[in-house]
């Protein structure tokens, strides 16, 4: 089992940046591949970003590629998302996975936190 517990999430104004933590508890954390995941009001949770267990490898999103960033400390058992130039479209409740595959997709990921809100004002 591998627990995750997302934060920094908050209200923002168009433009302005944020950085989102994920820990992580339990089983080995460096074994695992992490991403980002969101769901926008009355839209399908979509893949944000993804990084391999060991940094070097990571996938972006199409929307999100050149804003967004993501990074892992093993040492912290911590995962970031930093966020940069956010619109009013990335607002959703982030999510934190911890799978074996690094991909963008949902369904490899075995382990999910519960999510922080992400609020841009336009």
């Known amino acids: 089992q591998v627990q995750l517990v997302e934060s920094g999430g908050g209200l923002v104004q168009a433009g302005g940046s944020l950085r989102l933590s994920c820990a992580a508890s339990?089983?080995?954390?460096?074994?695992?591949?992490i991403g980002w995941f969101r769901q926008g009001p009355g839209k399908e949770r979509e893949g944000v970003a993804c990084?391999?267990?060991?940094?070097?490898?990571?996938r972006y999103a199409e929307s999100v590629t050149g804003r967004f960033t993501i990074a892992r400390d093993n040492r912290k058992n911590t995962i970031y998302l930093h966020m940069n130039s956010l619109k009013p479209e990335d607002t959703a409740v982030y999510y934190c996975?911890?799978?074996?595959?690094?991909?963008?997709?949902?369904?490899?990921?075995?382990?999910w936190g519960r999510g922080t809100q992400v609020t841009v004002s336009s």
């Open positions: 996975a911890a799978g074996s595959v690094l991909v963008l997709d949902e369904r490899p990921y075995d382990y």
């Open positions: 339990g089983r080995t954390f460096s074994d695992y591949a």
């Open positions: 990084i391999s267990s060991d940094s070097g490898s990571t």
